[in-house]
C-alpha cells in the first residue's frame, strides 16, 4: 500500500473512509480508522475500521467472511479522508444488503473505462499477438468494415431466441465499436455527452 500521511488530529484520531466498489464506483459504505486501523488495512489488504461502538479495531467480514479486499487508497487534499476502492468479498452491510445504503451493487458498466484504457494502450503500445493492435494497424477503412460486420450479425442474432449467441454479437459489436472510436480520435465521453443533451428527462 502507498505511503501518505494523514492528519488525525483534526477528529480526535479517527479519519473517515468512504468505500468504494472498485468495478461499480458505487458507494459501499463509510467507516472510520485509527493509525492502528490504518496500518493494519495496509498491511493486510483488507478494510479493517476501528469501532466507535466496541472500541477496537474491526475488520470488515471477520465474522461473515464479507470481507473488503483493498484496490486503492486515496487521501483527499486536507490529509483528513479516505478514499478506498475495493473488491466486496459478498454484501457489505450487515442486514444483508449489497451497501449500507440499500442501493444495489450489479453494474459492470464501468468495466468500459477499463476496456477502453486497454484499447488506448493497443494503439499506443502495439503488441505483436493483439488483436486489437492488429485492427489499428489495417487502418481506420478494416476498423469501420468489422463494426458493420457486427452490427448485421447482431441484427441476424436478434431474430432468433438464444441468448448467449445474441450477447456475444452484442458485445462484439460494443468492443469494435469502441475500436472505432479511437481510431477515430474521439472519446466515449464525447458521445455521452451528445446523448446527455438530447436527453429530455
Known amino acids: ?13 479517527l479519519i473517515p473512509a468512504i ?4 468495478k461499480s464506483k458505487q458507494v459501499l459504505m463509510l467507516g472510520y480508522l485509527n493509525e492502528e ?14 469501532s466507535r461502538t466496541k472500541g477496537r479495531l474491526w ?20 490529509r483528513d479522508t479516505l478514499l478506498i476502492y475495493v473488491d466486496p468479498v459478498g454484501p ?7 451497501t ?14 477499463k476496456l477502453r484504457k486497454t484499447i488506448k494502450s493497443r494503439k499506443n503500445n502495439p503488441l505483436d499477438n493483439s488483436y486489437t493492435a ?19 450479425e447482431i441484427v441476424i442474432e436478434s ?17 469494435h465499436y469502441l475500436v472505432l472510436l479511437e481510431a477515430k480520435g474521439y472519446e466515449l465521453d464525447e458521445v455521452m455527452e451528445v446523448l446527455m443533451r438530447r436527453h429530455k428527462g
Open 37 to 50: 486501523a490504518l496500518e493494519k488495512t495496509k498491511s493486510t489488504g483488507r478494510v479493517t475500521f476501528y
Open 134 to 152: 492488429s485492427l489499428f494497424a489495417k487502418g481506420i477503412n478494416k476498423v469501420a468494415q468489422k463494426v458493420g460486420e457486427e452490427a448485421v
Open 19 to 22: 468505500i468504494q466498489d472498485a
Open 1 to 13: 500500500m502507498e505511503n501518505f500521511s494523514l492528519d488525525f488530529d483534526k477528529s480526535d484520531g
Open 100 to 113: 449500507c445504503f440499500a442501493e444495489r451493487n450489479r453494474s459492470n458498466t464501468f468495466f468500459i473505462d
Open 59 to 78: 475488520t470488515k467480514g471477520e465474522t461473515s467472511g464479507n470481507f473488503l479486499e483493498v484496490k486503492e487508497m486515496l487521501v483527499d487534499c486536507d
Open 92 to 98: 457489505v452491510c450487515h442486514t444483508g444488503a449489497d
Open 159 to 175: 431474430k432468433d431466441d438464444n441468448k448467449e449467441l445474441f450477447l456475444g454479437e452484442a458485445a462484439d459489436l460494443l468492443f
